[in-house]
């Protein structure tokens, strides 16, 4: 069990917020996971993704437990020896619980039900006419593979909350509606965040889903006290939702949901990432080797970058075809430019995706073969999972484009302009949720209008020096201003609120036992929740923090190296 | 120049608030087209559908000039010999107006803009992934087409509510989005209705387009005083559009959105059929003659119907995936059922539609394959434009399915189960707008939920005498009690307390002259309508109308024959 290391690595306004309280962190991906060495043996690996940076940070200053699926055959080995890891390897802090979900529960749950189904309806993705189509095996996947999942996790959270004195529960994400409701079931009265990193779709679209998900899938989240969004925009879509799809009652103005659980109120939070940890790792001697390779390639030329996951929400294609208008429109910068695509391939398992890089690799072809020269590739593209190389290109770029389709967040708009080494211009989609903040110093697109983005990218080129600066500069300010350490803090705060409630109403039905407790219980408990006080909105900013336990914080998290044997 | 008919052809209560005005009537689709008969002459014909069927009651008694465009070679060879055509022929009560648009305007309005890119946005069609990618040649098909064609339309019906002296204007679809501001421009001060017979979509899928677009279709409607919708679905979004995209202050209890041109008061029509003209059409020879075809083909099997224009919308595919799954699940009923698939082709200069036909035929004959024996067929699939069969088919049917992806309305829900012979169920997808009023004694169904529908046909073919008898008495008085003179009624009611106010205030302007109206002019014919009386939201029934009148009117829609030399 891991020892919980000083409070003081924690900015002072989180752990004034958390005071005695300790985390449950559910999330279906974990923050490390083991990878076999060269030599057989099995190594823990740090894993990125602004979730994990993000939580961590938190996870390791309450001394969290952090349930997590054990979803490789690997992790599945080791879990099945012993579930609990103390992390970080050598100086250890939090406890990671990875549980052995059978690969047959976790594929029906991944590969059918999280993605593409749940990944498609929230990013509006499906080609209507055709997909998706539900039979007997939908049903099953559901029943067999994301219930069990969730229910999987539910089991676990309510035994650590049974365990934890004063436990706070933050679920992660899309793959964990359910467990909401599912924990309050198994008589879990401590206060709970939910929340979705993915956009929130508008009522019609959310009905795509099967009735026999739809409505759990509410029911789940509203069993949450707190339910958090990364925009406003998926805000008003969920509380439409409620009351369009599920018939609750909404207070948009307080953005509160009555339900048989309670009031649920619902707040949208902008992830971030860290200023410090980010700026440290793209200091790293690996980018710096990597920015020379680039150098070398790109000479004298503009640099246009895009850095992304090989999937259909981040409209590849697009962008390429967007740079091939640009190409014709403007002879004059052929040879003078440069588009690094940097991405990596994911959930291969899944027909959509191997076809969408099939098809990025083949347009990258036709757009080299129409303007390329013997000296002069027009488009790099890069496949890898290499994110020193992903942050040396951002480094390096002169005109960043994040053009999705539509995206949660995309913390790649808030690192490249954060780290770039040459104030580059951000090309953003309109429907990034980073736009909701950066929008005013950023070119914005219409993901969908190829013309316009190729307009965007010949400003973005040819931007005098002054006006690229001032942009890059209020890019900054805004990444500056709202880090990962506020995202959490905006949470940590509106649950204290919840606690504070739950605290003076709920401990007694806490007494009687976490698995025994009666339906009646969960009325208490949703009860006391219902009088939770509402937080303002938009949220307030934190007190201002000694930059010194900021610092301090920061390094903890940075100083997890990539790879531990 | 049509001579007027007496206005007790229509029913009292339309006659009532049509008062001395006159309607100026626009849609892209006229009444009547003309078309080569075998001798080389021009005839002319009725065309059907929902729209023209609904307005044609009050266009006969208003004695209206319906604008709409000349889309055959044959309508714009006639329409620029002489565009004004009194009809119906023989016995004329209205006038049409035919638009000579030019062939490339009209194709680009038509087969780049409306079709499919509108038609597809608001139905939630495009896989986003891919389609659609806006380029140069969009933008030219927007300013060169689809503008240029409202611009046509808005000079004509200025000019034509310049001749007249208490003009209402009725706009039709989304094919003149633009025609409300357009008319204003113009100076024209008349009450103004828009009526968008497809769904409207939620904010974010509405934002798909590019924004050169849905600015002035924004703008476009807001200039109308009463928008109107088949649905409260629809309103809504409509409502949230216009505040979250356009940023409109928008008053969602009234339901009014106020822009720069006033006030305008959003409403939902839930269209309907004619009773009289549906039932009268039902039992025409034509139709026996093919209920006699069906009926020895079908013999003693249980017959499922579905009556369609073959469009993605109407979800064809997976209405037959449904069936085979109800084959697979239930071998008992292998040669004893049958389904008679009515389609027409549409739109077949469009690749998406020339795909989606063959995908049909493809499907049917696996299905056919995979089931069929000598004796037995189990999917009939006709492709044909035969309204008699349509209606035989309706007559002849134990079960209709009806399950679209996303469908404004779809008459073939509320036509079926009033002319079937057989008490037929209907099984209905929840995203057809009729799914509003039919909901409560149809089988409801998800339209993406094979499983669902399968087992929706099943409990179709299977249910007792009783239950059928008492469901198909429902759905019968549902129709009976709201048909298209009420979806009239509604709309004229509420042009009428708008008339109120633009007579009481905005004749001066009038006076002015059509065409040289500045925008001074054109604010206070806003401000005028910013004062129209909020009406009541529902609408209340009209009061109860002396039948003989009613019947007067059907007879005079349905009297006029499909085809007139």
Redesign the interface.
């Given at each position: 069990m891991a020892e919980p290391t000083e409070r003081s690595e924690l900015p002072n306004e989180l752990a004034d917020l958390l005071g005695d309280r300790r985390l449950v962190i559910g999330s279906s991906r974990g923050p490390y996971t083991f990878l076999p060495q060269s030599d057989g043996r099995l190594a823990i690996n740090r894993c990125g993704g602004g979730l994990v940076t993000a939580m961590m940070c938190v996870a390791e200053a309450s001394a969290a437990t952090w349930v997590c699926a054990a979803s490789s055959p690997h992790d599945r080995a080791m879990a099945e020896h012993d579930p609990r890891v103390a992390l970080p390897p050598g100086n250890p802090s939090f406890e990671m619980r990875m549980l052995p979900i059978p690969e047959d529960v976790y594929d029906r749950y991944y590969n059918t039900i999280a993605n593409p189904l749940l990944w498609f309806v929230q990013h509006?993705?499906?080609?209507?006419?055709?997909e998706?189509?539900?039979?007997?095996t939908?049903?099953a996947a559901w029943n067999e593979g994301y219930v069990t999942f969730n229910e999987t996790f539910a089991d676990a959270i309510a035994e650590e909350c049974g365990s934890t004195p004063e436990p706070l529960v933050m679920l992660q994400d899309y793959h964990l509606y359910l467990c909401p409701a599912m924990l309050r079931a198994r008589g879990c009265t401590a206060p709970l965040t939910h929340f979705t990193h993915v956009p929130w779709?508008?009522?019609?679209?959310f009905?795509?889903l099967?009735?026999y998900m739809r409505t759990p899938i509410l029911e789940g989240l509203l069993s949450a006290d707190i339910v958090g969004f990364h925009t406003q925009?998926y805000v008003?879509?969920f509380l439409?939702t409620c009351r369009?799809v599920g018939g609750y009652e909404v207070d948009f103005e307080k953005q509160q949901v009555e339900s048989a659980s309670g009031t649920t109120t619902v707040r949208a939070y902008p992830i971030s990432i860290s200023e410090s940890t980010i700026r440290e790792l793209a200091a790293a001697d690996e980018v710096e080797d990597r920015m020379e390779t680039l150098r070398e390639v790109a000479g004298d030329a503009t640099v246009i970058v895009r850095a992304d996951r090989a999937d259909?929400t981040k409209n590849i294609?697009?962008g390429f075809?967007a740079y091939r208008?640009m190409l014709r429109n403007h002879p004059e910068l052929r040879g003078k430019v440069v588009f690094f695509a940097m991405l990596y391939a994911t959930r291969t398992g899944i027909e959509?995706y191997r076809r969408?890089l099939a098809?990025i690799e083949d347009i990258v072809a036709r757009v080299n073969q129409e303007f390329g020269t013997e000296e002069w590739r027009p488009i790099r593209l890069r496949i890898a999972d290499d994110y020193f190389e992903s942050l040396a290109a951002m480094r390096s770029c002169d005109v960043l484009l994040v053009n999705p389709?539509?995206d949660g967040m995309n913390l790649v708009a808030k690192e490249g302009p954060l780290i770039s080494d040459r104030d580059c211009v951000l090309v953003l989609s309109?429907?990034a949720g980073a736009y909701e903040e950066m929008g005013r110093a950023c070119l914005a697109v219409?993901p969908?209008?190829?013309?316009?983005t190729a307009e965007a990218l010949y400003e973005a080129i040819t931007m005098d020096k002054k006006d690229r600066a001032e942009r890059a500069a209020v890019l900054r300010e805004i990444v500056s201003r709202n880090d990962s350490v506020k995202w959490l803090y905006h949470q940590l705060r509106d649950a204290d609120e919840v606690a504070k409630v739950c605290n003076s109403r709920s401990k007694p039905t806490t007494a009687s036992g976490p698995s025994t407790v009666k339906s009646a219980d969960v009325t208490t408990s949703s009860a006391a929740s219902s009088e939770a006080t509402a937080t303002e909105n938009p949220p307030t900013d934190p007190p201002s923090r000694s930059s010194p336990n900021r610092s301090n914080a920061a390094t903890s998290v940075t100083s997890s190296p990539r790879t531990i044997a």
């Open positions: 509006y993705l499906w080609d209507l006419t055709r998706p189509s539900y039979d007997d939908t049903l779709p508008g009522p019609e679209y009905r795509v099967p009735s925009r008003q879509n439409w369009q259909p294609l697009r075809e208008l959509h969408y098809e389709v539509f309109e429907n219409n969908f209008d190829c013309r316009q």
